[in-house]
């Protein structure tokens, strides 16, 4: 999410090749360094409601998760 | 008869003099005009339309990350509800239901509230400021900014809420409009009730009316 712009798709690609996973890495690794927060929705297991889950690092990013979406962190209005 | 006409082309220059100022003007007009189509001024074009597309991909975004229920919520009411995950002791779980929880608006403070009683406990000023520092203070479409304080609070409401600044309702928001939106939410929530008991009503009803029908026979 980019003010000014909305969703902007920053990179895609296939984690099951590994150039492609390297340049998602890469991008996860800017986003996060220009001080974005990186959140992937995701459905509760136990309640079946949908949540998001903060992630910092990609190691953590759920298997399975069709997207990381990055927003800028939240500070005092 | 040389100084006559001397004179004569000094009085036409002078009467001459305001239409070629104007000429000039408008010739330096025309230039700056092609200077900057060719990109000669940095300044971006606006686009009229870019902020309705951006709403429009975000409004996209936010009903593919919440449920069904809460999509229903934001397009009908223009704002979400989020439950608290924190209580004292299991008595604060009215009903089960969470013993606090938020509503989230569109570029206002966040409000926390008792679901069981209505009351108002404090708003909590969030923003998500453009880190880019590419100058200008643009903010996040009202769909974004939704679907921020939804991630957020849902995957990490104590890290937020320790980032916001804390006031007690009415310092942004008016506490006669946020009881209003609960009544609303309320009311909005005994009609989706109605509606989903409706079919099943429906279905019980058409087995005892064949029922009737064979009874009769």
Redesign the interface.
Known sequence: ???????VLLAEGDTAVREQEEHLIEEFRRQLD????A?V?TTNAGSG??????VKAYGEIPEGADRV?F??????? | MLLALLALALIALVLATPMIVREAGRRRARRQAAKAARGGFDLPMYDPGRERRAEQRARELLRSCVNAEEWAMYRDLGFIRVGGKHARRDADHSGGGPAYAYLVYAHKPIVAYVPGSGQLLSEYCVEFPDMTGSGGRHRLPASDDVLAKWMALTSDEDRVIRRANMHLVGRQLDPARVRRDLWRLAEWERRRQRRREAPSRKQSARPSARESSTGSE
């Open positions: 999410m980019k003010p000014g712009h909305g969703e220009e001080g974005m927060w959140a929705p409601r949908r949540e998001a889950q903060m979406i927003f800028p962190r939240a500070s005092g209005g």
